[in-house]
């Protein structure tokens, strides 16, 4: 599979596995520049509030109602989630300033 380009230097040296990764609030550095990456938070959030809908919402229904079905919608709609992960978009990090 063919990489994505760093947000820094623009180069594909970025994994797919990294892209999913970084949904996961995991941090992504450049083989090329040594540029650090990450999804944007304000997105991350939403994102993580969606996992969490999902887990409270089905698990309750599942729980209340004592249907496997709901089981079932929480674990298609969990792998939806993590199948548009990689679509998040990244965001370059500034590196630390230097002090003189």
Known sequence: MSALPCP?????????WQKYKAAKW???YCREC???????PYVLVAYTMLYVWDLMLFGALAYLDQNAWYILVMV????????F??????SPMKSKSKTP
Do not use: E, N, Q
């Open 76 to 83: 298609v709609f969990w792998v939806i989630l993590d199948i």
């Open 34 to 40: 040594h540029g650090k990456s990450c999804s944007y």
């Open 26 to 28: 995991a941090l992504i």
């Open 85 to 90: 992960s990689v679509y998040l978009p990244l």
């Open 8 to 16: 820094h230097c623009k180069k594909p040296t970025i994994s797919w």
